[in-house]
């Protein structure tokens, strides 16, 4: 009980949160971004620690100072996000998270090649097009190391189409990558990146959605952990 801002239901639950968005660099200089800001996973990581947890932040391309008893993970490429967030999900032992957060934007792809030097105008290797591969899968990856008892939680910003509506192709992707939870922006009017507040809807695997009204980033990482600390294996089991 008591309201959720002072609420210590995360004491002793180490929690890894990745934030942020991936670059894949084209050269020495220059990188395929994307524009996520890291607001809702900083939101995320400072609210956990708030309320008790063991926070690790694994940060991509983030320049924002650590929340206070937060440790970041500082991380470029999906390569190395994949990497520090398999090592902190920690497949077994002592270290192994109770929760695993995807929140960061994972480029699906990267330049298939990196230059050694900078890419000049002129120069007999102009480039024309930038051939593209497939980044590894961190969340399918995650669930797939999942220890006993450790929740997944998957992150999707979403439009409605001709085809389905949000929450439909929501349900689907929770499907394709099998996590326990998947939290959903539905990004239809293109408002969300850099905007300091939020919507999202909490749908579980086993069926339940928790809808967390639209309000700052903080209420709504406190919603999202509320529907996260209800699904919980109680401490000592
Ligand atoms: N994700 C990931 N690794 C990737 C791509 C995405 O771990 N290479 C994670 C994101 O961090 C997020 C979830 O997967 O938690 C859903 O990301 P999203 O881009 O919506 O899913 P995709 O499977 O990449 O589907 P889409 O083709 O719609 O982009
Ligand atoms: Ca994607």
Request: hydrophobic letters at 50%; glycine letters at 10%; charged letters at 25%.
């Amino acid at each position: 009980g008591g309201p959720a801002a002072l609420a210590r239901d995360l004491a002793d639950r180490k929690v890894v949160i990745s934030a942020g968005g991936t670059r894949e660099p084209l050269d020495p200089v220059r990188y395929l971004g994307n524009r996520s800001s890291g607001k809702q996973g900083w939101a995320l990581a400072r609210v956990a620690a708030a309320r008790g947890a063991d926070v690790v932040l694994v940060a991509a391309n983030v320049e924002a100072p650590a929340p206070f008893g937060v440790r970041v993970v500082a991380v470029e490429t999906a390569e190395q996000l994949r990497t520090a967030m398999l090592a902190e999900a920690g497949a077994g032992g002592e270290a192994r998270a109770d929760v695993v957060v995807m929140s960061a934007a994972v480029a699906d792809f990267r330049p298939a090649g990196v230059a050694a030097t900078k890419l000049k105008k002129g120069s007999a290797g102009e480039p024309t097009a930038v051939e593209l591969v497939r980044n590894p899968d961190v969340l399918t990856e995650l669930v797939g190391e999942r220890a006993p008892g450790q929740l997944v939680v998957g992150f999707a910003a979403e439009t409605g189409d001709a085809d389905a509506d949000v929450l439909t192709h929501a349900r689907a992707k929770l499907a394709r990558k099998g996590c326990d939870l998947l939290v959903v922006n539905d990004v239809s009017a293109g408002q969300v990146f850099g905007r300091p507040d939020n919507a999202v809807v909490v749908l579980a695997a086993d069926g339940p959605a928790t809808e967390v009204p639209r309000g700052s980033k903080d209420a709504v990482a406190a919603g999202i952990w509320t529907a996260v600390a209800a699904r919980l294996t109680p401490p000592g089991r």
